[in-house]
Nanobody, 128 residues
Framework: QVQLVESGGGLVQAGGSLRLSCAAS????????MGWFRQAPGKERDFVAA????????YYRDSVKGRFTISRDKAKNTVNLQMNSLKPEDTAVYYC?????????????????????WGQGTQVTVSS
């Protein structure tokens, strides 16, 4: 099992930037892929971005392409999400996720069931 801890959330004005980090511990070598999801009040948890641990292939939902960048640091066992040009509609709790068997097929969206391990979440609030 992998333990995930997110950090880096906060309050930012529209157009600003935030960088989220996810520290992974435990059986991190078994993670096939890691991802970021977000959940706004009253809405379901939704895919944001994902990265394959070995090759570093990246996948994004359409609404964040060109604004968000996901990356991983194998030496530090961390996955980061750089968020630029933030919009009020990006406001949500952001969750880090990992799975040893996740298969990312090039899609721009994946259901939460793709990933088995989850962090506790970090709040991102974008004011207009």
């Amino acid at each position: 099992q992998v333990q995930l801890v997110e950090s880096g959330g906060g309050l930012v004005q529209a157009g600003g930037s935030l960088r989220l980090s996810c520290a992974a511990s435990g059986r991190t070598s078994s993670s096939s892929a890691m991802g970021w999801f977000r959940q706004a009040p009253g809405k379901e948890r939704d895919f944001v971005a994902a990265i394959t641990w070995s090759a570093g292939n990246t996948y994004y939902r359409d609404s964040v392409k060109g604004r968000f960048t996901i990356s991983r640091d194998k030496a530090k066992n961390t996955v980061n999400l750089q968020m630029n040009s933030l919009k009020p509609e990006d406001t949500a709790v952001y969750y880090c996720a990992a799975d040893p068997l996740a298969t990312l097929d090039g899609s721009s969206w994946y259901p939460p069931e793709t990933f088995a391990s989850w962090g506790q979440g970090t709040q991102v609030t974008v004011s207009s």
